[in-house]
């Protein structure tokens, strides 16, 4: 497992955070996700690899209208390689219906590449957070996916 220097992996997730708060994922999958990496939706395996994940994401993501992305209370454990944020972006649909994102990503980045992404929702992402993950990514290190809450 490669890691990148300290300051070189902030580099990289400010990049990505800032791709994403301009409401341009795709663009920021691309660029930082690594194509062996894996992709999880409330502890279920969603992506087996990059072109999984995107194959997948992109057909809603393009339909989106607009895209007004915010990412809130991002912590960065760097010398694990840990990222985790909230996910609060809104956007239009294509019948220009509005949609609200409430989400937990969490980020395992590898070689200068996201190696494994794991989203929360709902009561998993209500567990998480009260298991500390907003302040200690290393966290969900103990939980292995799939696994049941609490």
Sequence with gaps: MTRLPDMQLREAIAHQID??????????????????GKMY??????????????????PFISAAREICGKITDLKVDAAKGLC??????????????????????????EGGQIAEERYYDGALMDVCIGEG??????QLLLRAPGAMPG
């Design 19 to 36: 791709l994403l708060a301009q409401g341009r994922p795709l663009v920021a999958f691309d660029a930082w996700f690594s194509p062996a």
């Design 133 to 138: 993950v907003l302040e200690d990514p290393a």
């Design 41 to 58: 939706a409330n502890d279920r395996l969603f992506a087996a690899d990059g072109a999984e994940a995107r194959r997948k994401q992109e």
């Design 84 to 109: 985790v944020f909230r996910n609060q972006t809104r956007f239009s649909g294509a019948d220009g219906a509005e949609h609200q994102i409430d989400g937990l990503c969490w980020q395992r980045w």
